[in-house]
């Protein structure tokens, strides 16, 4: 189930390649839309077979390369669902996105739909050379995506962006390898590694392990040091392109903290939970405070994802806080950086494609090139301004619930890192509105375009139907969060019981 | 000692290419021109016999043939065939450029032989029996790189043997020293006697041994006729001279170290370490800012020597080295090779821009290129990335944890390069681009892409398959 889930983008890439080159465009975006619909439903039927609280599920297991210690070993828990879901979610609205897409087409499709199966397949992954394997392959095709169809500056996005998380991907690599061999018998199985526990009491080959797979995931996730990469390929990347990077490629990082990192080296990751906590209080004031001196909006964006993701960091690095906090705090710390991954996927997934529409139009995203657009395009004013909303973390939305839980769960073990980061949400919120107040609101002025002033045309049909199922869906977690929190939270606690040990 | 076991059967590879080298040069006096052809089908016709012939014995146990002089162990069997196959690949991106060429036959049989002397270093355990394999390997590699007889083929071939001559005298001296200091010549004797001989005489015959092994494997310090030779001779040419003596000479420096070093008062894997790490460095550096992509690939093939001796160092302290090294080895040559094949199916290419636009003209050309490209930074799941995978495990197993995260880092390095070539092929081109070209070889490059991701998928029974113990 979950490798026909795994692979069939890929399957279906190939078939758009053996199509004849003179296919009309038509036939490859209707092929591409129907494999994501198709992937989204099967997710659904896996939601729906999955038992909450049952540990890993789905499993599948097969001998791979046995002489290294690596096997094809995948499985669904309360971590990897709700991923899986956004990953399959955010690739539909991509896909619906780009049906006016028209350079290349089929190369287009066939990347995404392959980017697809690297995403899925990570979130799934039990084995560590697995894992690294489509952490890779995400990174190559990320490349292709930034370098082939992104604007003026993209090949050389592309490249710090490949280099950048390629030498993180390496230092994970070094860190996967000191795990296999601290492990006897030597193995890869994240599963194995998490019960052998195998470098308890070994403090300093733990701490370098530790400190490898740490830097290899950070840079992904991206935190401060390691974010400068993220801005300038967010900014070159196409509009699905950035949709994807931010909505699910980040989550990578985040989702490497709680499946690898906190499980198999809690020790290490105890002793080294101030360190976090303190990298997550300045990835938050940071991202906030450098987006707030933005004037590209994408930029902006971009950056608000640092300060986003900071949050999930300082919540797993308050959850092994060994001081007296309660066990339900903890767990709701994780389950809140579980939620916020979710809820960062739909909203910056949101906001990025909504960029896209932004320089489609005006052929810039620099905000001081744009006023009163809430006049020409209502619908268009209204979805950003609901996205943005979301994004600074207002009741009745997703992020509200994922913060809410991260706050509550860190202030009692982290009183001074909390209360700094909840600073950040103050200026995030002063800087959506103070970018919502400069593109829709004042008199009407559009870029100046080379030729004729063009019209702002407001939001076109397949443009909603890829945003709008994304803000809804912020609303419903927003909302009734229950159906994901059920899935998440025994989960999470079974991450804490692990750390623990 | 036991009795002499003359049994050229346990030498059926070797033999069969000796053969078809000689018969091919018989024939190929009396077939006329147009026919020269089929001295290159017999080429391939003993290389497959003979991978058949070293499939079979590497089914047996470990062995050693004409006394001791030979192993028939699962070194020389992976050896054996990754020579065997990437000799086919050579022959397969040869087979266009010379057909009708007046020397024709005269190329295949160098090519045989050339193979046939990386065959021996690779089995041998004996160091007279090395020394007369590192001259079988030069000198028809020699004759290849100016096989052209142009300028730069000249040049290139002079160069080569210059340095080749100086330095197989070093090599000469090495043995002499070596035997001086151990009164012996086979490994395994040697290995004893070395353990008690003085120091200095030991580092002296080493040094001299290292300098020939590290000439034919392309490795710093011995490697400055890396770029010149490549880039002077023809493609095909060149393909040979980044892979076939290097895997000869590297599965002798391997079987040395564990059988001749790793008991003696040298401190072996210290210095086999250095020079893996000076290697990839001084390659890497060496290729970043090439244009021509025969000179990229010959410094990206130094830097490949410094990884390939990464289990090399740590042969008698892991347990891993042995698959690492084995395994890494087959996969660098498909993938090189395949690299290779690409620039010789597209004659007419030789800078980076002239590969602009390779992906609308010929996508699937362009799909391998890219595939080898990242196969050879280790991008998985091509077989590269299991090789480093298992080196990198190797030399951490051998305590050489810095040399594993400094590979790490100069892999990073060396993506920016690869890049550099990847990038104008796969963005548009405004002037057409190098539609033109070799059929064969670009079957050649399909196939070294398909075997090097195919090797990287299916690398499970392959790994079990070179665990055996090395012979005695």
Redesign the interface.
Known sequence: MLTALVFAPTAVALLLFALPRRTAPAVFRSVWVTASAVELALVIVVWAGYEPGGGMQFEERARWIPGAGVSYHVGVDGLSLPLLALTCLLFLACALYSLRENRRIREFAALFLFLQTTCLGLFVALDLILFFVFFDLSIVAMYFVIAGWGHRQAARAALKFFLYTFIGSLALLLGFIGLYLAASPHTFDIVELTEQNPLAGRSVYGALVLLAVVVGLAVKTPTVPFHTWLPPAHVEAPAAGSAILAGVLLKMGTYGFVRIAMPILPEAWRRYALVLVVIGVVSVLHGALVALAETDFKRMVAYTSVNHMGYIVLALGAAAATADSSEQARSLAVTGAVTQMVSHGLLTGALFLLAGVLHERGRTYDMGAYSGLAAVAPAFAAMTGVAAFASLGLPGFSGFIAEFQIFTGSLGPQPLATALSVLGILLTAGLFLRALRQVFTGPLRLPDAPGTPRAFPDMRGHESLAVVPLLALAVVLGLAPRFLLDVVEPASRSVLELLAR | MTEMNENPLDLLPEVLLAASAVLGLLLGSWLPRARQWAVGLLAVVACVAGIVAASVAAAEPATTAFGEAFAVDPVTAASRIVVLGGTLLVLGVSFRPLRGDPRESEFYVLVQLAALGALMMAGTQDLLLFAAAYLLASIPAYTLAGFRKDGPGTEAALKYYVVGALLGVLLLAGVTVLYAAGRATLYPMLGDALRDAPEPLVAVGAIGLLAGVLFKAGGVPAHFWVPDAVQGSSAPVAALLTTLPKIGALAALFRVGGAVFAGSPLPWSALIAVLAAVSMTLGNLGAFFQQDVKRLLAYSTISQVGYLLLPVAVVDRSDLAQ?AFLYYLAAYTVTNLGAFAVVCALPRAHTLDDYRGLAKDRPLLAASLVVCL?GLVG???TAV??GK??A??AV??GGYAWL??LA??N??AS??YY?RWI?PA??RGDSPGPAEGDRTARVVAYAATVISVGLGLA??PV??AL?GPMSP
Request: glycine fraction near 6%.
């Open positions: 698959q990242l991008t998985p799941p990335f299991l995978l298992q990198f495990s951490f197993d594993a995260v790490a880092v892999t990073v993506l920016f890049l990038v796969v963005s690398g499970g790994l079990d665990a």
